[in-house]
C-alpha cells in the first residue's frame, strides 16, 4: 500500500481559521483531517469536527488523540457515532491515555488497564455494537454499522503498544525517526500476534511536523517546540520502566538535558522549553527541509510500513506548507488521490 497524507490543525481560535486550513488540504489532495482534543488549551473540538464534515467532501475526519479520562466513554462512543452519521461515514478515532487534555486541569494519564477497558467498549459501541458496561447492556440503535469507525492507539511504551496490538486497527506514533517508528510496530505487532490477530493488518500512522523550505537553520527552529512535546511521553516511559529497559536509546536519550515543559505554550513554533532540543533531534523526529529531502525522508518512512503521514500543521506559512505537499510531495506518492 502507497503511504497516504492527513494533516492535523490545532482547534485555535478563530474556529474559522480550523476550518480554512482543513479545506485547503482537501484541495491539495490529503485524506485525512485530523485535530488535538485538549479542551482547556484550545476550542472544544467535537463542534469543530462536526463544522469540519459539513466543510469537506473526501476527507477522513478525527481526533489524533482524544482520550476515555476527560471524555466520558459512552459519551465519546455516542459523539463518533453521530458524526459518522452526519459525515457520511467518514470519521476516524485516534486515542490514547491523554496528556495535555488530562494534565492541565490536574489530572493524570488514564491507567493501562481502564485505558484497555474503555477502547474496547468505545470501539464496538460507537459502532452499533451491544457493549456491557457498568453493569448494563447497552446499544446505539441508531449508530451505523457500516462502514466501520477505525480506532488507532497512540503510544511509545510496551504496555500501550500491547493494548494498541490487541484492539486497535493500528498505531499512531508521534515522531518521524524510522529506527522508533521500527521498533514501537515490531512491539505492537507482537502483540496483536499473541493475541491471535493478523499483526501484519496492523496501520501505522505517523504524526509529525514538516515544513518545506530551503532554509535548514528555520526549518529546525520552527519545530523544536515538537520533540520537546514527545519529552513528556519519553520522561513518563522513563518513570515507568527506568533508564535500562529494552525501549530504544534513540527515543530516550534526548531527554537527558530537558528542563521542564510549560503546556501554556504547548505546541507553539518558539517555546522556551524547545530549547534543549539538538538540531539532530530535529532532524531525525520531524520531516523538513526541501521537497526533495522532505520525500527522501518520507520514502524511508514508507520502506519502513508507515501508512499514513500526518503533517503537525504547527509552523509557520501553514498554507504554504500544504500547497508545497500538493504540488512537489503528494503526487510522487502512488494511490493518493487528487
Known amino acids: 500500500m502507497a503511504i497516504t497524507f492527513g494533516v492535523t490543525v490545532l482547534p485555535d481560535p478563530p474556529y474559522t481559521r480550523f476550518l480554512e486550513l482543513l479545506e485547503l488540504a482537501e484541495q491539495q489532495g490529503f485524506d485525512y483531517g485530523w485535530t488535538y482534543d485538549s479542551h482547556y488549551l484550545w476550542h472544544e473540538s467535537i463542534p469543530l469536527l462536526t463544522l469540519a464534515a459539513d466543510r469537506t467532501s473526501r476527507m477522513k475526519l478525527g481526533h489524533f488523540v482524544t482520550n476515555p479520562g476527560t471524555r466520558e466513554p459512552t459519551v465519546l462512543a455516542s459523539a463518533y457515532a453521530t458524526m459518522q452519521i452526519i459525515s457520511g461515514g467518514r ?36 459502532n452499533g455494537r451491544t457493549v456491557a458496561w457498568n453493569g448494563k447492556e447497552l446499544k446505539f440503535e441508531w449508530a451505523l454499522a457500516e462502514p466501520e469507525i477505525p480506532m488507532y492507539v497512540a503510544g511509545y511504551g510496551p504496555k500501550a503498544l500491547a493494548v494498541a496490538g490487541r484492539i486497535s486497527e493500528g498505531v499512531i506514533i508521534q515522531l518521524a525517526d524510522p529506527v522508533i517508528v521500527d521498533w514501537i510496530m515490531d512491539t505492537a505487532r507482537k502483540a496483536a500476534e499473541a493475541a491471535g490477530r493478523d499483526p501484519d493488518a496492523l496501520e501505522c500512522i505517523v504524526g509529525a511536523p514538516s515544513k518545506v523550505a530551503d532554509d535548514i537553520a528555520t526549518c529546525r ?25 529494552d525501549i530504544p536509546s534513540e527515543l530516550t536519550d534526548f531527554v537527558k538535558t530537558r528542563k521542564g515543559y510549560d503546556y501554556k505554550d504547548h505546541s507553539r513554533v518558539g517555546a522556551k522549553h524547545g530549547e534543549f532540543v539538538t538540531d539532530e533531534i530535529c532532524d531525525r523526529f520531524c520531516v523538513i527541509g526541501n521537497a526533495e529531502a522532505c520525500t527522501k525522508k518520507l520514502r524511508e518512512l514508507e520502506a519502513v510500513g508507515v501508512d499514513q503521514f500526518n503533517i503537525y500543521l504547527m509552523t509557520h506559512g501553514q498554507e504554504e506548507t500544504l500547497e508545497a505537499y500538493g504540488r512537489e510531495i503528494i503526487p510522487q506518492f502512488a494511490g493518493v488521490t487528487s
Open 91 to 126: 470519521m476516524v478515532m485516534g486515542i490514547g491515555r491523554g496528556d495535555s487534555a488530562r494534565r492541565t486541569i490536574g489530572l493524570q494519564p488514564v491507567k493501562m488497564a481502564e485505558f484497555e477497558e474503555s477502547c474496547r467498549m468505545i470501539k464496538d459501541l460507537m
Open 221 to 245: 527552529e520552527e519545530v523544536r517546540w515538537f520533540p520537546a512535546m514527545v519529552s513528556n511521553h519519553v520522561m513518563d516511559l522513563i518513570e515507568k520502566y527506568g533508564w535500562d529497559s
